[in-house]
């Protein structure tokens, strides 16, 4: 950079030349960090990611999904991301080996998850496929890959909600969504790479930027609809005499404690394996009309309906997250309790039809 007769600040002007050099190219190479990938990234749980993420400065995101002709664009137009490509584009770079730039870690949050779709040659290639590219990509690059599983894994309860790997194949899911899951959770188990990957069980997640979801939205969200329409909620009817109608459970999470505990696994490099990601206490669908009422400021008003025959062998009667793995692993967060987080929920965002934003 210099001769031996040029002055020291002469050294240091070039030092800093070429220091400058390399932020330029560096930048039109992606940036001078390495990238944040999030596969579903416009989707419910990605998009909430990519705020949560905004939310720490980081904005180094490459956001991979399949927009399609629904409102889902929506959910990334208050985020702030470096890129945006389709995921059929994506694989396709995977595969062919021409993705060029630095990745700190993947997302892998992308997958279909409608419980009533019956094209299981689909959910094969687009859930358990697709998964099984980017995992061995990461273990190769030595890439964090963080996965969403899916309670849906756990079928009618039966094996119980704890999150063991030893317990995966004791596992029966309901339907195919579950079971594409369960069989890539299978597959990266006899690999022997969950000691290096992170699979997250999300139980049900609700909050903003589920507005795309049709009938995959939660019921909260088509709770809040039914009232301003008819006055009152629509409940299934139970079939099973150990659970009054109305009584039967679930697991609710709010999107911001499910976002929270993902990026814990960010942090915690060292924590890999399976996570059941929930609140840990089962909640009656009866709490949940009392908690959507009560947001709105109106008295509970339940009608309880028939439940499809197709639906009735394939619904689940309760579920509720063993959380004692991830606080061992040393996530200490309080969890918001379901009533704030539907007050939240209706106040602060549906009631003004609002997504996630990093202004916000």
Not at 186 to 213: C, D, M, R, S, T
Not at 246 to 265: E, N, P
Request: glycine fraction near 8%; charge should be neutral.
């Amino acid at each position: 950079l210099y001769t031996k007769d040029e002055k020291p600040d002469v050294c240091l002007s070039c030092f800093l030349l070429l220091l400058d050099i390399i932020r330029v190219t560096t930048f039109f190479r992606g940036g001078i960090k390495d990238l944040i990938i999030v596969t579903g990234g416009a989707g419910f749980i990605g998009s909430a990611v990519c705020w949560g993420l905004n939310k720490r400065g980081i904005d180094n995101i490459l956001i991979v999904d399949s927009l399609g002709d629904d409102d889902k664009w929506k959910n990334i137009r208050g985020l702030k991301f470096s890129d945006y490509i389709e995921k059929d584009a994506f694989i396709e770079k995977i595969i062919e080996g021409k993705l060029d730039f630095a990745i700190e870690i993947i997302f892998h949050l992308g997958a279909c998850s409608d419980t009533l779709c019956r094209d299981a040659r689909f959910f094969i290639f687009n859930n358990y496929e697709y998964s099984k590219e980017l995992a061995m990509f990461c273990i190769k690059k030595n890439i964090r890959f963080i996965y969403a599983s899916s309670a849906a894994t756990y079928g009618d309860g039966g094996a119980g909600y704890e999150d063991d790997e030893d317990r995966l194949e004791t596992l029966r899911p309901l339907n195919m969504y579950g079971y594409s899951k369960q069989l890539f959770d299978l597959w990266a188990k006899k690999q022997g790479i969950l000691k290096n990957i992170v699979g997250l069980k999300y139980f049900n997640v609700f909050g903003p930027n589920e507005y795309h979801k049709a009938e995959m939205r939660s019921k909260i969200l088509k709770a809040f609809y039914e009232i301003k329409e008819t006055g009152k909620i629509k409940l299934f009817k139970s079939y099973r005499k150990e659970y009054r109608d109305g009584y039967q459970k679930r697991d609710f999470l709010y999107i911001k404690d499910a976002v929270d505990m993902t990026l814990f696994f960010m942090d915690k490099i060292d924590k890999n394996g399976i996570y059941n990601i929930g609140e840990g206490k089962a909640r009656a669908w009866i709490d949940l009309a009392n908690a959507v009422f009560g947001a709105l400021g109106k008295k509970t008003e339940i009608e309880f309906i028939d439940m499809p025959e197709d639906l009735k062998d394939r619904y689940q009667y309760f579920t509720e997250a063993d959380i004692s793995k991830i606080r061992r692993a040393g996530y200490k967060e309080n969890i918001m309790s379901f009533e704030d987080a539907v007050k939240d929920y209706v106040c602060n965002y549906l009631i003004h039809h609002k997504h996630l934003d990093f202004a916000d």
